[in-house]
T-cell receptor, first 113, second 114 residues
Framework: AQSVAQPEDQVNVAEGNPLTVKCTYS??????LFWYVQYPNRGLQFLLKYITGDNLVKGSYGFEAEFNKSQTSFHLKKPSALVSDSALYFCAVRPGSARQLTFGSGTQLTVLP | GAGVSQSPSNKVTEKGKDVELRCDPI?????LYWYRQSLGQGLEFLIY????????KSGLPSDRFSAERTGGSVSTLTIQRTQQEDSAVYLCASSFRDSNYGYTFGSGTRLTVV
């Protein structure tokens, strides 16, 4: 069975500093990987995805993620954090054989002014 | 519609009552998913519809939960004889064909069982 781990419940970073939100996964076969963001009282919004190709994926709002097959990781990054990036971030994986996504438990990102 | 619409946005119900949650997906999206988000938890998959195929019900936590999708569009999630542990935010998402294209989520229904 597939699984996703987000080892940090909470990440705090100062505005202007780079941020990283970690995600590791376990899945049979080639994974399809996703990041979503959830702002308070809102639904989840799609940020970016990795299906195949270049290991560095660029997404919305200046976010990017790097697929690392040997480390089974898909960490979310941004070079310079904004206070408005503060939100709950979810990593998700879909193995090739499944149709639905399996989500991690989420990481609360707080960007301090 | 422009997005995935869920109703009601909030629902408070008494333990033992039945509730119905509605999801109206994006027009043209053939795939529809229900997830549950409990406080401090990740998203728990409940059920998946794709076109006219039989739904994947593997995530439904008990036989008190059921869902249907009429005409390949609107979906209703029904919880019978609600329990306090059913309190959560129920999220609906739709996508074109399957999740390779990413989901579009609704804002959810916050269910509170008292």
């Amino acid at each position: 069975a597939q699984s996703v781990a987000q080892p940090e419940d909470q990440v705090n970073v100062a505005e202007g500093n780079p941020l990283t939100v970690k995600c590791t996964y376990s899945v049979s076969g080639n994974p399809y990987l996703f990041w979503y963001v959830q702002y308070p009282n809102r639904g989840l919004q799609f940020l970016l995805k990795y299906i195949t190709g270049d290991n560095l994926v660029k997404g919305s709002y200046g976010f990017e993620a790097e697929f690392n097959k040997s480390q089974t990781s898909f960490h979310l990054k941004k070079p310079s954090a904004l206070v408005s990036d503060s939100a709950l971030y979810f990593c998700a994986v879909r193995p090739g054989s499944a149709r639905q996504l399996t989500f991690g438990s989420g990481t609360q990102l707080t960007v301090l002014p | 519609g422009a997005g995935v619409s869920q109703s009601p946005s909030n629902k408070v119900t008494e333990k033992g009552k039945d509730v119905e949650l509605r999801c109206d997906p994006i027009s043209g999206h053939t795939a529809l998913y229900w997830y549950r988000q409990s406080l401090g938890q990740g998203l728990e998959f409940l059920i998946y519809f794709q076109g006219n195929s039989a739904p994947d019900k593997s995530g439904l936590p008990s036989d008190r939960f059921s869902a249907e999708r009429t005409g390949g569009s609107v979906s209703t999630l029904t919880i019978q004889r609600t329990q306090q542990e059913d309190s959560a935010v129920y999220l609906c998402a739709s996508s074109f064909r399957d999740s390779n294209y990413g989901y579009t989520f609704g804002s959810g229904t916050r269910l509170t069982v008292v």
